[in-house]
């Protein structure tokens, strides 16, 4: 077994500002993801990476910087926060193998004043 | 693009009574993807419930269960009898391949068991 740890819980940022979201799992995976959950709507994928130093898009990276230094951690910026934005923020990991089930962490809880 | 329509918002349905959850999908980047759904018990993460990769197969775990059907794209969930403890919110997922599933998540529905 395993855990993903996703830090901080809750972010309270400013109109602007550059926000960072860390994501680390112990599961050995290869590939980790980052996923935006807002109010009644399905989960949307940011970024995802299949190794360390791998940086791939998904449907919603614009806004979004991603980084992959180490195999255990994956880091999400928002690199400008607009005002009154609300969302979760999800990291996933699997192996790298079609159809590998995705682990998720607890989430981050994002509001921009 | 690929989408996932499924029942939204709440559904209630008294404990030991049947249950379906309606999900159809759209893909235009893969004939056949894989079908997933997810589950969000209160307090814990979203976990995987179950999973089917092939047209036409089924795929089950914890009482319920969803048919890949083709013919209609559509992946419902099913359980013939629910109990309180299956009070969650069930997403269901559409995935593509090449290693890494990049996954179309729908709206999420809340299931509601009334004792």
């Known amino acids: 077994g395993g855990i993903i740890t996703q830090t901080p819980k809750f972010l309270i940022g400013q109109e602007g500002q550059k926000l960072t979201l860390k994501c680390q799992q112990n599961f050995n995976h290869d590939t980790m993801y980052w996923y935006r959950q807002d109010s009644g709507k399905g989960l949307r994928l940011i970024y995802y990476?299949?190794?360390?130093?791998?940086?791939q898009k998904g449907d919603l990276s614009e806004g979004y910087d991603a980084s992959r230094e180490k195999k255990s951690s994956f880091s999400l910026t928002v690199t400008s926060a607009q005002k009154n934005e609300m969302a979760v923020f999800l990291c996933?990991?699997?192996?790298?193998?079609?159809?590998?089930?995705?682990?998720f962490g607890p989430g981050t809880r994002l509001t921009v004043l | 693009g690929d989408s996932v329509t499924q029942t939204e918002g709440q559904v209630t349905v008294s404990e030991s009574k049947s249950l379906i959850i309606n999900c159809t999908y759209s893909t235009t980047s893969i004939a056949y993807p894989n079908l997933f759904w997810y589950v969000r018990y209160p307090g814990e993460g979203l976990q995987l419930l179950l999973k089917?990769?092939?047209?036409?197969q089924k795929g089950s775990s914890r009482g319920f269960e969803a048919t890949y059907n083709k013919e209609t794209t559509s992946f419902h969930l099913q359980k013939a009898s629910v109990q309180e403890s299956d009070s969650a919110v069930y997403y269901c997922a559409l995935g593509d391949t090449g290693g890494a599933d990049r996954l179309t998540f729908g709206k999420g529905t809340q299931l509601i068991i009334q004792p």
């Open positions: 996933a990991s699997s192996i790298h193998r079609d159809y590998a089930e995705q682990f």
């Open positions: 089917v990769i092939t047209a036409g």
């Open positions: 990476s299949i190794t360390e130093n791998d940086l």
